[in-house]
């Protein structure tokens, strides 16, 4: 088959067996927004928050946490706003971010504290849930960006969060919304006729940095296969320009890249952590939290495309009905 329309080709993925997929739009404790950037109002993202069943009130509301971290999960600043139940509330990161942050690509977490103590505990109530956009007023375009849940046993190890103010980068230990280890992404990527593509990577782990490339199969839509090198220079956080891969054919303009995720090893820098072939910590011990999407620019009607880029695993065996009675 060649040319599959996007949408037939991602559901023959799903179709092929898939061991664990994207958990997406549920109420959870907190949310991972990947990719944020601003330069100015007019080119910003912006997250709409909404709260369901947090036990709170009016004279007594939650407070979520917001914390955003560059590319190698670096804290950089943080701060917190008060919601009800059933709430909204628009966040906006150019009116958010501060002085200096302007054209710095990271990523944004939100946490809702709904017993008042600062800490992401127990008692606290999963009730938060959200969307997010890139707007490009220049281009009079809106982009979609995923989100993703956070899960109180994604955080230290399924510990919780003592000081919501003071997260690190190893705060977050995985993501169980997210891939698994050895999961394979297909991520989707388009440079043709003046088109480009920012492949978005994140990772609960440190599986990139400074040197540090991985060997992949790169298809077009003529099924023609090329192994190439993509840099990861980012600890956790990459943006992949596919325009830039050494190797790729000229060719291959429309396609998508197979990248396997890594499968962390033994300890060998002694910190009690589990280390991956290329560097770097299992944070978690797990080996699991991995989520990809594609942001696609058409020069020709200067608008944007958000694919999510798709996991296949090991297919998870069905298994037959007990026999009856």
């Known amino acids: 088959m060649k040319r599959f329309p996007l949408a037939v080709a991602v559901a023959a993925v799903v179709a092929g067996g898939v061991a664990h997929s994207y958990q997406m739009g549920i109420y959870d404790n907190g949310l991972l927004v990947p990719q944020v950037v601003h330069n100015g109002v007019g080119d910003t993202t912006a997250v709409g928050l909404i709260t369901h069943g947090c036990p709170v009130t009016p004279q007594n509301p939650a407070r979520v946490f917001w914390a955003f971290f560059d590319e190698n999960t670096k804290h950089l600043t943080d701060g917190f706003f008060p919601m009800t139940d059933k709430d909204v509330h628009a966040f906006v990161w150019a009116n958010e971010a501060g002085q200096g942050l302007a054209g710095l690509t990271g990523y944004l977490t939100f946490f809702v504290d709904t017993d008042g103590d600062g800490a992401l505990t127990t008692s606290d109530v999963p009730c938060l849930a959200g969307e997010a956009f890139h707007v490009?007023?220049?281009?009079?375009?809106?982009?979609?960006?995923?989100?993703?849940?956070?899960?109180?046993?994604?955080?230290?190890?399924?510990?919780?969060?003592?000081?919501?103010?003071?997260?690190?980068?190893?705060?977050?230990?995985?993501?169980?919304?997210?891939?698994?280890?050895?999961?394979?992404?297909?991520?989707?990527?388009?440079?043709?006729?003046?088109?480009?593509?920012?492949?978005?990577?994140?990772?609960?782990?440190?599986?990139?940095?400074?040197?540090?490339?991985?060997?992949?199969?790169?298809?077009?839509?003529?099924?023609?296969?090329?192994?190439?090198?993509?840099?990861?220079?980012k600890e956790e956080q990459n943006v992949i320009d596919p325009s830039t891969i050494v190797g790729r054919p000229a060719g291959f303009v429309n396609g998508f890249i197979e990248w396997t995720t890594p499968v962390p090893g033994a300890d060998t820098d002694g910190d009690g952590l589990p280390n991956y072939p290329k560097g770097g910590n299992d944070n978690g011990n797990d080996g699991n939290g991995v989520v990809s999407y594609s942001v696609i620019r058409s020069a020709a009607f200067s608008a944007r495309q958000t694919v999510v880029n798709p996991h296949a695993g090991t297919p998870v065996p069905v298994q037959p009905p007990a026999p009856g009675p």
Do not use: C, H
Not at 138 to 158: E, H, L, R, S
Not at 178 to 188: E, F, S, V, W, Y
Not at 204 to 228: H, I
């Open 136 to 233: 490009v007023a220049g281009d009079a375009d809106v982009a979609y960006k995923p989100v993703w849940p956070i899960d109180y046993v994604d955080t230290n190890g399924a510990t919780g969060i003592p000081d919501l103010t003071s997260m690190d980068d190893v705060t977050i230990t995985t993501l169980s919304a997210g891939a698994l280890q050895g999961d394979t992404l297909i991520m989707r990527y388009s440079v043709a006729n003046g088109d480009s593509t920012d492949v978005v990577t994140w990772s609960a782990d440190d599986v990139g940095g400074t040197g540090v490339e991985y060997t992949v199969n790169m298809f077009d839509d003529q099924e023609n296969r090329k192994s190439v090198n993509v840099p990861f220079p």
